[in-house]
């Protein structure tokens, strides 16, 4: 049995950081990681050549954090364009930012999102906090609706832009999110220039764990905490399969769960999807949001096209952000799922469901242990505190990789954007109501 100073419970982004911090203050200090790497929510898996983020991240240099503790060069950052593509009923404008892509402007209004009467009123709500952040950090707060009501942000842009992209950023239709959140969060989009790493959003966590290593910490993974429980003057760890662990304080660092004497959040969920075809659509790395507000996709992007390292030759792979998460997978009568797709949590679900992506009539999918699956769906439950599903997509011996493909525990690969709207059943077309914030 070992003692330490600080035991930090969760190998995540929170818990890499407050173990470095521990660390370089001079205490004795160890991180215990239920999964066999760190990250969290922050993960990334390698399939068929594709590197497959668990859940839609893009890292911002521009978040005050990233700046202070991220060597955000060594992660060789692919930059997606500063730009949204809004799918409308007549094709797609693309809004582009005014500084960065001047030539654009001209452009952007003439799509109709963008008129010159709402400019005002979005100034009105945006420039504070592109000049003086901190006298907006202190000031007043309500709820984002009720910001645009008071700024006069109204019409297509609000309605076709700004909540569309903000449904998939914040997981909130209903703007409840606090305003002062919100702009400080976009101004970091204005100033920045979002994007990937090369090696996945994995290699994020993974430089935080070296840093942590560096400053003094252990990092012991594959150490599933089963119980803390007070011991003389501190604390005594229960690990699943090892010994004990005493040290003077803990740290959990983890997603809250009803064992723990604190109030529970009412957490949000989002689903990611990945795609894979056979040939690339077009060369526009921008976000694409659907401003005709169908659902169940609210954000679109094809990964390839900036980071285009990551696919095999021949393939083009491209990510999809449902409004609310697919039906939990029925069970047969022995207690498993016919399904590839990981259960939805208890909490955190929308009021809507949503079908699983069509099927390819030339293709069969396959996932686990390579049989057949009726679902390509496999999710993960962004800002809940549910622990991820895992479910790995692997071709039977001697075939060829299915496609669509069961890939990671929050992706699953199928048709594109385009095709959705028609697939779905329109009775599934319904705005999701999302639980409201904590």
Known sequence: MSGYDVVVIGGGLAGLR????????????????AEDAVGGRERTDVVDG??????????????????????????????????????????????????RYPASIPASLAGGLVRPADLLPLARWALPVLTDPRAVKHGPDR?????????????????????????????????????????????????????????????????????????????RLSHRVTATRPHGRGWRVEIDGA????????????????????????????????????????????????GRRRGPVVHTAIVSNTARPTPPAGSTSSRRRPCYPPPRPKRTSDGSSPNCGARTPARGRCSGA??????????????????????????????TTATPHRSRGRSSPGSAPPRPYCATSDSARGLRLSQWPDAIPSERHRRPQFLRDR
């Open 354 to 383: 949503t079908t699983s992506p069509p099927r390819s009539p030339r293709r069969t999918r396959r996932c686990g242990s390579g049989a057949p699956c009726d679902s390509a769906t496999a999710a993960t439950s962004r800002a």
């Open 18 to 33: 407050c173990a470095t911090r521990l660390a370089e203050a001079g205490r004795d200090v160890v991180v215990l990681e």
């Open 50 to 99: 594709f590197r497959l983020d668990r859940g839609f991240h893009v890292l911002n240099p521009a978040y005050p954090a990233v700046r202070r503790w991220v060597d955000v060069g060594a992660l060789a950052l692919r930059r997606f364009p500063v730009a949204l593509g809004v799918r409308m009923e007549d094709g797609v404008a693309r809004i582009a930012h005014p500084l």
């Open 243 to 290: 010994d004990a662990v005493d040290a003077r304080a803990v740290v959990v660092a983890t997603g809250l769960t009803p064992g723990l004497d604190v109030p529970l959040p009412r957490p949000r969920g989002l689903r990611t999807w990945w795609f894979a075809t056979d040939e690339r659509h077009n060369d526009d790395g921008a976000l694409r949001v659907d």
């Open 143 to 219: 709820t984002l609706a009720e910001a645009w009501d008071r700024a006069g942000v109204r019409g297509p842009l609000r309605e076709s832009v700004l909540e569309p992209f903000l449904a998939g950023v914040l997981a909130d239709d209903r703007q409840e999110t606090s305003d002062i959140f919100v702009r400080l969060l976009l101004r970091s989009f204005a100033l920045g220039a979002p994007g990937v790493p090369a090696a996945g959003i994995g290699a994020l966590p993974a430089q935080l764990a070296d840093t942590a290593r560096r400053a003094g910490a252990g990092i």
